[in-house]
Structure formats: C-alpha cells, structure tokens
C-alpha cells in the first residue's frame, strides 16, 4: 500500500512545525549530523526553534492556514534552500496525505509513513474495515457509514446501547456523542454530523459499542521499508480531558508479560495490514476484564514519545531518521523490553481550575527542574511570548525511575521545583493527581480525570496545599531561579542583558537568515 521512495542519505531537513517538537527534532538532527533549517510564522519570529536552528525561515502570519499549513510553500522552501527531506512534527500537516504525496512528486523525502497509509487511517471507518479484514481486534460495532437516522438507529440496536456515534474523519473528541437510549438517537445523530463537518468538513459518522471505563493503551511500533515491523511496549494514556491526554507513562500498569506481547503482536499485524513505514502508534481500548479492543493508528510521531525512550533506550526520532533513508531496522529492536518507570506530563499554558482557561502572555521567569531521571522537553524560554493563536502546550516534563514509585516521586519533586511566572499553567493539577491515591494504585480509566474535576476531588483549593518539605524544595528553587535570573538571562524578544554571541545570534535569526 505504502510508496517506495528513492533512497538518498539525508544530509538537511527543513523542519515544518514550532514549539517544543521542532525543538526535539533539531537536536535529534545536531546527533545525527544532518543541517537543519525550520519554518516560523510572525508571532514565532523569537520563539526558541528559530535560535536553535542553523536556518529559519518566515512562512507567514499567525493563523496556521496561512503559516504552517501551507504545504505547497513549504515544500517549494524545501527546494530552495537544498533540504533532502521534511520533519513535520506532530500535528500541522504530519497526517495529511496530500502533503507527503506532494512532498514524494517533488523529490522531498516525508519524514513519515507513505501518503496512501496515512490516508487510510486517516479514515476512521476504512481503518476499521482493514483491521477487520486483517483479523485485528476492534470495538464491536458497524462497519459502514450511516447516510442517515434510520440507518443510524439500525446499526445501534444491531451492536446493543449505549452506543458511541463517531466521526469517521476526525480526533481529539470532536463528533463524538454517547447515546445511552433510542429516544437520544436522532438529536445525537445529528449533533455529531454537525460538529463533524464544522471540525474535518467531513459530516460522516459510524457507530460503535460504548466501552465503560475502558483504559487507552497504545503501542510504538517502528517499521522500515524492508519488511521488518517492530514493537516497543505500550504507554499508558488514560488520563485524559475531554479525550485528550494530559498524563501518559510507560510501562502501564494494567498490562502484564503476556498482554504487552499479545498487544505487540496485534499492533504489527495492524501496521502490516497498513502497509505501513516509520514510526506509528496502534491506540487500543483495554476494557475492564482484559480484552483490548483497536482504536485508532497515529501515523507520526506522538506527544508522548519521550517515555518510550526512557523505558527503551531508543531515539525514536534517529530510528525515524534512518528508516527516512532506506537503512534497515537492528532486528535487537525485536528484544526490548522496558526498563524501569516512565511518566510525562504536559504542561499547557491554561488555568487547571478555572476550566482549562487559555493563560497567553509573557513568562516573566523559568526555572526548569533537573536532577536524576528528570528531562525537560520545552519549546520556550524566560521572555517568551504565548499567544492564542497554537496549541498551548509549552513543554513535557519527564522523570524516569526504576519503578512507578520512584518515577512518581521523582515527577512531583520536579514539579515543586519547577517556577513559571507571568502566565498560569496545569502544574498544580499535576501535583494533586500524583498524591491521588487512585492514581497512585493504577487504578485508571479514560474518564476518571473529568470526574475528580467535576466533584471538585482535584481543584484550586487542594492546589494551595504543600507538605513543609515541599514549601522547602519551593523556597531553595525559587532562590536558585532569582540567582540564575540576577547572573544571566535567556534571551528575549523584549530586550534585557545577554551576551554577546547570542544577541548576534538572535540578529542573525530574526532577520530570517541563519547561524551555527
């Protein structure tokens, strides 16, 4: 199913996104010794992909659609300035079929799967029909396309309520209804239809079996254009808002020897039956007796990659580069097993406890923790400007540990030390789930995060909260910040001191130009 590219080695990549990936995807290529350039719209003139890369680039104003969404222009820079291949992160045009075939036409190698297999599981309803046929397990349900409310009440009283309706083109909890009795049926049918065409311009629904208080398990696969289709354990994201994730470890707790390795298998035979080539995730429902059920395949690289790697010792990102130009997979990726504990959380610049309301504006200090098994993925710097016009993530903190407890007290310490001043972000929501005790016996499931929220377990007062040893760590990072911040300062869009060679190096950046 899957293009068979020429091979060529890569020796620059234009980076076509923003924020912390484009930044874990030019350190990747410093590694790997590849010259990387990246792409920024105007709001991102100073942002920190910009400093870091050898070559920046302006492709247009704020809004995406005219910015990073503009693959046509993005490809043609590609040409220009003599980049072998595209990363596109994740999101943007990272799944969008049209822009890898494009870049394929134009001699750009797509640092991703083959535009027909981002294509197919780009459709929910045809993803399902391949699993189907290929003996892969997924939730019962229909498996075509309902034109209308009749054919909709149908397939509902086939599969047995509660039903989920679902939209075939979409993600992220958009054009999704639960429907628990008949009578709901029609508003629902047409509530998901509406929402779905006003999200994906695609209207089309199908129906699936609601799996109560299911677990979201999913497994990184890695496949090279040679046949070979490899697993690397499971991560566990089942706390989620709104059916996005917010906290992801690995590996997860519910998933014994035996489950990774059936997962595992399930997952390659997904992939294969994909055609599919470079790193994916095979996203499963893991209901409450032990059955898993095939949700969804990412074709990219998700948010969540990092624990993978610190449970692996694999550079997910490098495989990606290599598998990009036609090298074979080491068959020892067929032997990993996790080592230790992994957990990320993702910090977005929203108010936890007053909805997840957008926090934008300046960060007048950053203090990121460090220390043992702690990693910082992080797109900004003290001076940053954050605007409403992205997503509001601003970085992923990762701590690893020889076990769940250790990670876990690892993650929290990090979290205390961590200062960021002039915006409000979800740290403290963090901090509660940590200490939750439901979350620290694994018990987990997809709705369980919006049920603290909502009976108000897990809000602002609790956050104001600390344990004396926790005010103390607060106290001696706070000082070690203000002494960093006294010392030097990162640089700033805003001006302020710095040395010599980064204000020449920011010149150099803003004016669109490059340096090393």
């Given at each position: 199913?899957?293009?068979?590219?020429?091979?060529?080695?890569?020796?620059?990549?234009?980076?076509?996104?923003?924020?912390?990936?484009?930044?874990?995807?030019?350190?990747?290529?410093?590694?790997?010794?590849?010259?990387?350039?990246?792409?920024?719209?105007?709001?991102?003139?100073?942002?920190?992909?910009?400093?870091?890369?050898?070559?920046?680039?302006?492709?247009?104003?704020?809004?995406?659609?005219?910015?990073?969404?503009?693959?046509?222009?993005?490809?043609?820079?590609?040409?220009?300035?003599?980049?072998?291949?595209?990363?596109?992160?994740?999101?943007?045009?990272?799944?969008?079929?049209?822009?890898?075939?494009?870049?394929?036409?134009?001699?750009?190698?797509?640092?991703?799967?083959?535009?027909?297999?981002?294509?197919?599981m780009g459709s929910k309803i045809r993803c399902r029909q391949i699993?189907?046929?290929?003996?892969?397990?997924?939730?019962?349900?229909?498996?075509?396309?309902?034109?209308?409310?009749?054919?909709?009440?149908?397939?509902?009283?086939?599969?047995?309520?509660?039903?989920?309706?679902?939209?075939?083109?979409?993600?992220?909890?958009?054009?999704?209804?639960?429907?628990?009795?008949?009578?709901?049926?029609?508003?629902?049918?047409?509530?998901?239809?509406?929402?779905?065409?006003?999200?994906?311009?695609?209207?089309?629904?199908?129906?699936?079996?609601?799996?109560?208080?299911?677990?979201?398990?999913?497994?990184?696969?890695?496949?090279?254009?040679?046949?070979?289709?490899?697993?690397?354990?499971?991560?566990?994201?089942?706390?989620?808002?709104?059916?996005?994730?917010?906290?992801?470890?690995?590996?997860?707790?519910?998933?014994?020897?035996?489950?990774?390795?059936?997962?595992?298998e399930a997952a390659v035979q997904a992939a294969r039956a994909a055609?599919?080539?470079?790193?994916?995730?095979?996203?499963?429902?893991?209901?409450?007796?032990?059955?898993?059920?095939?949700?969804?395949?990412?074709?990219?690289?998700?948010?969540?990659?990092?624990?993978?790697?610190?449970?692996?010792?694999?550079?997910?990102?490098?495989?990606?580069?290599?598998?990009?130009?036609?090298?074979?997979?080491?068959?020892?990726?067929?032997?990993?097993?996790?080592?230790?504990?992994?957990?990320?959380?993702?910090?977005?610049?929203?108010?936890?406890?007053?909805?997840?309301?957008?926090?934008?504006?300046?960060?007048?200090?950053?203090?990121?923790?460090?220390?043992?098994?702690?990693?910082?993925?992080?797109?900004?710097?003290?001076?940053?400007?954050?605007?409403?016009?992205?997503?509001?993530?601003?970085?992923?903190?990762?701590?690893?540990?020889?076990?769940?407890?250790?990670?876990?007290?690892?993650?929290?310490?990090?979290l205390v030390e961590l200062r960021i001043d002039g915006i409000r972000?979800?740290?403290?929501?963090?901090?509660?789930?940590?200490?939750?005790?439901?979350?620290?016996?694994?018990?987990?499931?997809?709705?369980?995060?919006?049920?603290?929220?909502?009976?108000?377990?897990?809000?602002?007062?609790?956050?104001?909260?600390?344990?004396?040893?926790?005010?103390?760590?607060?106290?001696?990072?706070?000082?070690?910040?203000?002494?960093?911040?006294?010392?030097?300062?990162?640089?700033?869009?805003?001006?302020?001191?710095?040395?010599?060679?980064?204000?020449?190096?920011?010149?150099?950046?803003?004016?669109?130009?490059?340096?090393?």
């Amino acid at each position: 199913m899957s293009e068979t590219p020429k091979f060529r080695p890569i020796k620059k990549v234009l980076v076509a996104n923003r924020g912390e990936i484009a930044v874990r995807v030019l350190r990747a290529l410093r590694e790997f010794g590849a010259q990387s350039a990246v792409v920024y719209s105007d709001p991102d003139r100073a942002s920190l992909p910009v400093v870091l890369a050898r070559e920046a680039y302006r492709i247009g104003p704020a809004p995406s659609s005219e910015s990073y969404l503009r693959g046509d222009a993005i490809v043609e820079l590609a040409k220009r300035i003599g980049a072998d291949a595209i990363h596109p992160g994740y999101g943007f045009l990272s799944e969008n079929a049209d822009f890898a075939r494009l870049c394929a036409e134009e001699g750009v190698t797509f640092i991703g799967p083959g535009a027909d297999a981002i294509a197919a599981m780009g459709s929910k309803i045809r993803c399902r029909q391949i699993m189907m046929d290929a003996g892969v397990p997924v939730v019962p349900g229909g498996r075509d396309l309902l034109p209308d409310v009749e054919a909709a009440r149908s397939a509902a009283a086939e599969v047995g309520y509660p039903v989920m309706l679902k939209a075939s083109a979409g993600g992220g909890g958009k054009g999704m209804r639960l429907v628990a009795r008949e009578e709901d049926l029609a508003a629902a049918y047409r509530a998901a239809r509406s929402e779905a065409s006003s999200s994906f311009g695609d209207d089309a629904v199908y129906v699936e079996r609601f799996v109560e208080q299911p677990r979201h398990v999913e497994i990184q696969v890695l496949a090279d254009h040679h046949g070979q289709v490899f697993s690397l354990g499971e991560r566990e994201c089942s706390l989620q808002r709104r059916h996005q994730k917010v906290l992801e470890e690995s590996p997860s707790t519910a998933v014994d020897a035996d489950l990774r390795r059936r997962m595992g298998e399930a997952a390659v035979q997904a992939a294969r039956a994909a055609g599919y080539v470079n790193a994916g995730t095979v996203e499963f429902l893991l209901d409450v007796h032990g059955n898993f059920y095939f949700l969804e395949m990412n074709t990219r690289l998700q948010v969540e990659h990092p624990v993978t790697e610190m449970v692996t010792g694999v550079d997910l990102v490098q495989e990606q580069l290599k598998i990009a130009q036609g090298e074979k997979l080491d068959p020892a990726l067929a032997e990993v097993e996790p080592r230790g504990h992994a957990i990320e959380v993702r910090l977005y610049a929203e108010d936890p406890f007053r909805g997840f309301a957008p926090s934008p504006g300046r960060i007048d200090v950053l203090h990121l923790p460090d220390g043992p098994g702690i990693r910082n993925d992080c797109g900004v710097y003290q001076g940053s400007e954050v605007t409403f016009y992205y997503d509001p993530m601003l970085a992923k903190m990762i701590a690893w540990g020889s076990d769940r407890a250790q990670a876990v007290a690892r993650l929290a310490r990090a979290l205390v030390e961590l200062r960021i001043d002039g915006i409000r972000t979800t740290a403290p929501l963090f901090l509660q789930i940590l200490r939750d005790p439901d979350f620290v016996a694994g018990r987990l499931d997809n709705g369980l995060l919006d049920r603290k929220l909502k009976s108000g377990e897990w809000g602002p007062a609790k956050a104001g909260q600390r344990a004396p040893a926790d005010l103390a760590i607060l106290a001696a990072a706070v000082a070690h910040a203000e002494r960093q911040r006294t010392l030097t300062s990162l640089p700033s869009a805003q001006g302020g001191r710095r040395g010599h060679w980064r204000t020449a190096a920011r010149r150099e950046a803003l004016r669109g130009g490059s340096w090393s």
